[in-house]
């Protein structure tokens, strides 16, 4: 009997995962999901019936381009959820993807499209109809159109290309791109893409995008960079015209707490020091900024700012002397 509930353990678990996998992308080949779950495709094809079973819509094509793909049905038994409770669901979620709260917003558009791929066409529009109601205020990042949110989410998804006029210097063009991952800042909603005219990575801020689309044109993903830090870093100091690196005798913890992500870079260099890297339009500010954090630090990059730290030390040293110090008194 213990073998026998090992297996049926085993089997619910690689069930749940093949749903896991079929909600992340489009069209998944049966090789493919056989070599994800390390089974045969039997094995696979059987997995797929026990969803069905269960309510899921797991659809199969044939052909080139074909494969299983979790489709829309007339119900939500993935979701356990009426109609009003679907729409209300996608309603809060958009909200919270499109503004809301910054750490919140990430998560929502994650289950947004979790929600999108099981979600009714007839709900869809009333959907798409309520969200244009809902408004956040406060804090938080800059607010964006949900419903542009949920297309690049698609594409990423999906994998397929996407495309958007974005500003470039004094005029407006048309962008093609093959859509990576949506990342979430403090302040505002990233695209990390390869740009298929530059034929390089990309970030861009959704809030800038317009006629956002998604093609149906499907790309193989390439091997890409991490995407938080490559948008974190191109924020925090590739936008400036002048980028510094500074080791800082204070943990990373100590100093990320001290700093907006959207400012700087840090990384911990042991237990008590840690590498900044931040931007700015002038190099005295980046320098002022790491100065009044208060810890000891020294300049790894750019050598003309140890040269204008020595500077200004020599001018706060000739600025202090000419103060007379206050005599020590004592009670009597």
């Known amino acids: ?11 619910t678990e690689r069930v749940l995962t093949l749903l896991g996998l079929l909600q992340q992308r489009q069209v998944w080949t049966g090789p493919e999901l056989a070599d994800r779950l390390g089974v045969t495709p039997r094995t696979v094809r059987r997995d797929v019936e026990r969803l069905r079973t269960l309510g899921y819509p797991v659809q199969a094509s044939q ?9 829309p049905g007339q119900n939500l038994p993935p979701l356990l959820l009426d109609d009003e409770e679907a729409i209300a669901t996608a309603v809060s979620l958009l909200a919270g993807a499109g503004g809301g709260v910054a750490s919140a917003g990430d998560a929502a558009l994650r289950a947004l499209t979790k929600l999108d791929r099981v979600l009714p066409t007839r709900l869809r529009h009333e959907v798409r109809a309520l969200a244009g109601s809902v408004e956040s205020f ?7 159109d949900p419903e542009v949110l949920m297309t690049l989410a698609r594409a990423c ?3 397929v290309e996407a495309g958007f006029d974005y500003p470039s210097g004094s005029e407006v063009r048309r962008r093609r791109v093959e859509p990576y991952r949506l990342v979430a800042s403090d302040r505002r909603w990233y695209l990390l893409a390869y740009d298929l005219d530059r034929d390089d990575w990309r970030s861009f801020r959704v809030d800038r995008m317009a006629d956002v689309s998604a093609r149906t044109w499907r790309f193989r993903p390439r091997a890409a960079p991490d995407a938080t830090t490559y948008v974190q870093q191109g924020v925090a100091s590739r936008v400036y015209p002048h980028q510094a690196r500074f080791l800082v005798h204070a943990s990373a913890d100590t100093v990320r707490a001290q700093i907006p992500a959207s400012a700087a870079v840090v990384r911990p260099r042991g237990s008590e020091r840690c590498e900044v890297l931040s931007g700015a339009g002038s190099l ?6 790491v100065l009044l954090l208060g810890h000891d630090f020294e300049v790894l990059d750019p050598p003309e700012l140890g040269r204008r730290c020595r500077a200004l030390a020599e001018k706060l ?3 202090g002397a000419m103060i007379s110090p206050v005599p020590d008194t004592e009670e009597s």
């Open 1 to 11: 009997m213990e073998g026998a509930g090992g297996d049926v353990r085993g089997t």
């Open 63 to 71: 052909g080139v381009g074909g494969g299983y793909q979790l489709g």
């Open 138 to 144: 406060g804090g938080g990042r800059t607010p964006v």
């Open 157 to 159: 998804r999906d994998e």
């Open 284 to 289: 005295d500010f980046v320098l002022m900024h």
């Open 317 to 319: 040293l000739s600025a």
